[in-house]
């Protein structure tokens, strides 16, 4: 094979594992806030609708740090799209690293919340439902 074919094939292969130095700030830029561009949005997913047991914190990244913060999720009936691990969250009686994305009820799209304020039924069967992210 030819150096430049090989080149090709190896930036190919890395950027589809998104390897990249381009995609890692991208990623990076996740974080920021609300105008960042988003790996995952509402508009690619379903709305799948469970109870939450307690109001929370919304998050523009799937982690709970204060820096993250976007907005509210209101306690009772709420939509949510798909799962993604993120950083380990415990509350309510549990621990866990998944998070789910919804919209939140202070106008934020496409924002984070941790898996572990849904109620028992939510919590014992989000997993077979929400597709990951």
């Known amino acids: 094979m030819r150096p430049h074919t090989a080149r090709r094939a190896l930036i ?8 990249l130095v381009g995609t890692a700030s991208s990623a990076h830029a ?4 609300p105008t960042a561009t988003k790996a995952a949005t509402s ?3 379903a ?4 109870d ?4 929370q914190w919304t998050h523009w990244s799937p982690n709970a740090l204060n820096s ?6 209101w306690v009772g009936t709420n939509y949510f799209y798909c799962q993604t691990p993120g ?19 202070s106008g934020n799209k496409n924002v984070y919340v941790s898996d ?5 039924a939510g919590w014992r069967s989000f997993g077979r439902i929400l597709p990951a992210c």
Do not use: C, M, P
Not at 87 to 105: C, E, F, K, P, V
Not at 116 to 120: A, E, I, Q, T
């Open 12 to 19: 190919g292969l890395l950027a589809a594992a998104g390897l």
């Open 30 to 33: 996740q974080e920021s806030g």
């Open 43 to 45: 508009a690619q997913y």
């Open 47 to 50: 709305k799948h609708y469970f």
């Open 52 to 55: 939450t047991v307690v109001s």
């Open 68 to 73: 993250t913060h976007a907005g509210n999720l």
């Open 87 to 105: 950083a380990t969250y415990a509350h309510n009686g549990r621990q866990d690293s998944i998070w789910l994305l919804t919209d939140d009820d």
């Open 116 to 120: 572990v304020n849904l109620d028992d």
